[in-house]
């Protein structure tokens, strides 16, 4: 039949031939029985009763994750290997995979192993003599607003600095390059020759063979029943044929990774939650190219690929459906689902549009498959919290064949080495807290994660479902107050306060923008009543974190650089660092007593700070710790009449004097008692943060407020502590740096104490850098000749030039009324153009040069800075 939106209910008659899904869609019906030959049974495993009693590692799952860690195991020599697979190899979602292989990703972690799994694609037949089918056709994004070439023009400023071919092209360009798309209603578009596409089971099974040829057991039909510690690690997974004792777990089951954490014990979050993705499939299409690129027409919710001679429009729903909430159902190989022409009616107006020739071509298929996402649609990946050497490998979001043939590499570095080649805090399983496991809360994300793939990524973009899923206990004040909320973790957090109640102008603002954002006037105000007069802001998130015993001066001098022995009632900014001498903490700790520390860390290391701790325990309790964050609610009262206020409220001196920077006292504010004050605002400000216990802190709020009203007192949100922390170059763990830095890259230091008589952790490797000197440094830029109100805006990921050359890429950003200008922070490395290799960054390298920073290829000269600039202390009579 023909494809005819105006006639959609005739679609419901198209004969799907169910019984032909696994391989209709892919290949012709004429080679069905020749693929079963040629490949299936070129990959024989074990017979179910060969379970062997033991093995090094345990994969979980025969689809592309799993292979791939497999094959790369046993390509490092580590060979005592068992996979197993419920089913038969690649019957979860892989089968059914598009096969797009994109090398173009922003974040450098996902653009590296897109690079490898492309690189790997192309020359694994020559290992394992079995065609991937991969081949390089090229791929085209297209745009259809400006905000969308805005984007565009975002990835091709990136990937001019990585070397990667591109090329922006005009609308008529890209009716030369594809002359069966419509043209005429688009922006422009950008061109990458070195895409692909690849056969996603053809690959998989050629992973089976290589690892199979090395040693490895591939096992199917054994399902994993539950994995056991002992001692905190794995130690044992029992099957539907029995146990098979191991030293490491990987979870690489799909869709189905979720269920096998909650058999765990003790039980492994993997959050992760299955939708309906669908493509459609036509007959032969006249003239089409094998060769030709594959399509991404972002605003439709497609993409188009070349699929047996005829065309595949793959959708990503803007509202997806979430599938087997109660529970996947049992003999889910090679699953495919009911057709539903009325969700995937938006997709196919797009495809009916972008193709004209769709009207005429006949359809071979509306399929629908499981694919699983998770809540921020970045996969899973690393060592669980809850378990050592339980290593998760799941959610991928769509992007499994795209990424796993680099990551299981890295996997593999991870179990044979202890540590990967790169850093991969992005997609650790550590970033999500366990409350984002619950299913509730999954199955609305979803609705919203899967159709954010294609979704213009607007800085700051926030997820509007699944929201409320952990509130503060000022939440309701808050919004009374005109907070609009951001998430982290799923904590809900104020980012910024409207004037009025305006949910017009706040959908606007949610929208997102790449210029100067809507809510510009309202953060601009928050930011001078911090820099003036008394701002408020609830800082509640902060992990909050208790360390008491005999021995806890002496855990933490050996896990922080800093002195930690230092006076009862003082405050020390330290990190914790790995044997590298890179942050795996970031934290204010106060001390309260002799063997008693309160400590302070970002949201994000709720549960990598926690762990981290743990790990180094004493194993004679003479230590403990204990998370008291949803205990306490946290009030950053910060301004030059800060202190000022407060004091009407308490009688505890709080002047400088007495309150010193960086100090600590409890104290109490009317009513309240046993509020922990810490004379530090994580903005440069004078003022300090109160952690209030939670039945104080309505009571509290309103005094400080009432109190304040005088001097002009307001409420504040994480936008403008933005600004203030980035002006004074504060940099914050997570956003500017990470378990890959150490605090001489950073400018810290002089938070490092060699001389303290502790061995430290990393100390070694900080006595090697700093005779060596560092090879790249954080450094903070200020934006010329840049006007805020015309120009587009730097929001962090954009090139860093020096003379001429790229050298590194901003972090954070962030307006400063002060300086009236933009101010960035970002990454600069000296590499060697001609050797690639890496040199030391000095204090000249830095300050004497010439700098540009590419804002969707547009340069921006600024001025480099190692020190933070002098503000201004008032504000502009101009504004």
């Not at 990967?420 to 984002?436: A, I, K």
């Not at 979704?455 to 005109?482: D, I, M, S, V, W």
């Not at 309160?598 to 998370?627: A, E, Y």
């Not at 090879?775 to 090139?799: A, M, T």
Request: hydrophobic share 35%; aromatic share 10%; glycine share 8%.
């Amino acid at each position: 039949m023909l494809l005819h939106s105006s006639d959609m209910r005739s679609m419901l008659l198209i004969q799907s031939s169910h019984h032909l899904t696994r391989l209709a869609c892919r290949y012709p019906l004429s080679s069905l029985s020749v693929y079963h030959r040629s490949y299936r049974r070129s990959i024989s495993t074990e017979h179910q009763d060969t379970l062997p009693q033991e093995a090094r590692v345990v994969i979980c799952g025969g689809g592309i994750a799993g292979l791939s860690a497999a094959y790369h195991l046993a390509k490092l020599g580590l060979n005592d290997v068992v996979l197993l697979e419920q089913g038969s190899l690649t019957c979860g979602t892989t089968w059914h995979a598009a096969g797009l292989v994109g090398r173009l990703k922003m974040k450098p972690l996902l653009f590296e192993l897109a690079n490898r799994s492309a690189r790997l694609y192309e020359t694994l037949e020559k290992d394992t003599g079995l065609s991937t089918g991969y081949k390089r056709t090229g791929s085209l994004m297209v745009a259809q607003t400006k905000d969308r070439m805005t984007d565009i023009k975002r990835n091709a400023a990136i990937a001019k600095t990585r070397k990667l071919e591109f090329h922006l092209l005009t609308p008529s360009e890209i009716c030369s390059l594809v002359p069966w798309i419509r043209t005429d209603d688009l922006e422009g578009g950008l061109y990458v020759p070195e895409d692909g596409v690849t056969d996603p089971t053809n690959t998989a099974l050629s992973l089976a063979r290589g690892a199979k040829d090395r040693g490895v057991k591939l096992i199917e039909g054994v399902k994993v029943k539950e994995v056991i510690s002992k001692n905190g690690s794995v130690s044992r997974v029992e099957t539907s044929l029995g146990s098979i004792k191991c030293q490491y777990f990987v979870n690489a089951a799909g869709q189905w990774g979720r269920d096998i954490g909650l058999c765990s014990k003790p039980m492994v979050n993997v959050p992760m939650h299955t939708t309906a993705h669908m493509y459609l499939v036509t007959k032969e299409l006249a003239g089409m190219d094998v060769n030709t690129p594959y399509v991404r027409d972002f605003d439709s919710g497609n993409y188009l690929r070349e699929w047996s001679g005829g065309l595949m429009c793959g959708a990503y729903s803007p509202k997806a459906k979430p599938i087997f909430h109660d529970g996947i159902p049992e003999h889910s190989e090679f699953l495919s689902l009911p057709e539903d022409w009325d969700h995937f009616q938006y997709h196919l107006d797009g495809f009916l549009h972008r193709v004209p020739a769709a009207e005429k071509m006949e359809v071979r298929q509306l399929f629908t498959g499981p694919e699983c996402f998770t809540p921020d649609a970045n996969f899973i990946f690393g060592e669980a919290p809850e378990m050592k050497n339980y290593i998760v490998m799941a959610g991928f979001s769509s992007l499994g064949i795209t990424m796993c043939g680099g990551l299981g590499e890295m996997l593999a570095e991870l179990i044979v080495f202890g540590e990967c080649s790169l850093g991969y805090w992005l997609v650790d399983p550590h970033r999500f807290s366990p409350q984002q496991n619950n299913k509730t809360y999954l199955q609305d994300r979803v609705t919203e994660v899967e159709g954010s793939v294609y979704k213009l990524q607007y800085p700051h973009r926030e997820f509007t479902t699944g929201r409320k899923l952990r509130c503060c206990t000022l939440y309701n004040r808050l919004a009374q107050e005109g907070a609009v909320f951001g998430q982290s973790m799923g904590l809900e957090r104020p980012m910024w306060y409207m004037d009025q109640d305006n949910e017009e102008f706040v959908e606007k603002v949610v929208d997102g923008a790449f210029s100067k954002p809507s809510w510009f006037a309202q953060v601009k105000a928050e930011y001078w009543a911090c820099r003036e007069s008394i701002c408020l802001m609830d800082m509640s998130p902060f992990t909050k974190l208790e360390l008491q015993g005999s021995e806890a001066s002496s855990l933490l001098q050996r896990l922080c650089p800093n002195n930690m022995d230092f006076a009862i009632g003082g405050v020390v900014h330290t990190g914790m660092l790995n044997q590298h001498g890179c942050y795996e903490n970031d934290c204010s700790v106060a001390r309260m007593d002799h063997d008693r520390y309160f400590i302070i860390c970002p949201t994000i290391q709720r549960i990598k700070g926690f762990n981290w701790i743990m790990k180094h325990l004493p194993t004679d309790s003479s230590v403990s710790v204990n998370d008291v964050s949803g205990q306490y609610t946290s009030l950053n009262v910060l301004g030059p009449k800060a202190r000022e206020v407060l004091q009407k409220l308490t009688t505890t001196p709080l002047s400088t004097a007495s309150f010193k920077p960086f100090s600590f006292k409890e104290l109490s504010i009317g009513y309240a008692r046993d509020v922990r004050a810490m004379s530090v605002t994580h903005a440069g400000e004078d003022g300090m943060v109160l952690h209030i216990p939670n039945e104080y802190a309505v009571h509290v709020y309103d005094l400080i407020m009432n109190a304040g009203s005088d001097y002009g007192i307001r409420a504040a949100g994480y936008h403008a502590l933005r600004w203030l922390r980035v002006e004074k170059f504060y940099t914050y763990w997570g956003v500017d740096f990470n378990n890959e830095h150490t605090p001489f890259e950073i400018g810290r230091e002089m938070r490092v104490y060699f001389d303290k008589g502790v061995e430290f952790i990393g100390r070694e490797a900080l006595l090697k850098q700093q005779r060596e000197g560092v090879k790249r440094r954080l450094v903070s830029f200020i934006l010329e000749n840049h006007n805020v109100d015309r120009n587009l805006w730097c929001w962090g990921g954009e090139p860093i030039y020096r003379n001429g050359q790229p050298m590194g890429v901003t972090t954070s950003s962030g307006y400063s009324p002060s300086l009236g200008s933009m101010v960035c922070l970002g990454w600069l490395h000296n590499t060697d153009p001609h050797s690639g290799q890496s040199q030391v960054v000095t204090h000249d390298y830095v300050t004497k040069a010439k700098y540009e920073i590419d804002i969707c290829g547009q340069m921006f000269p600024a001025k480099a800075n190692l020190y933070p600039p002098k503000l201004m202390s008032k504000q502009p009579l101009h504004g």
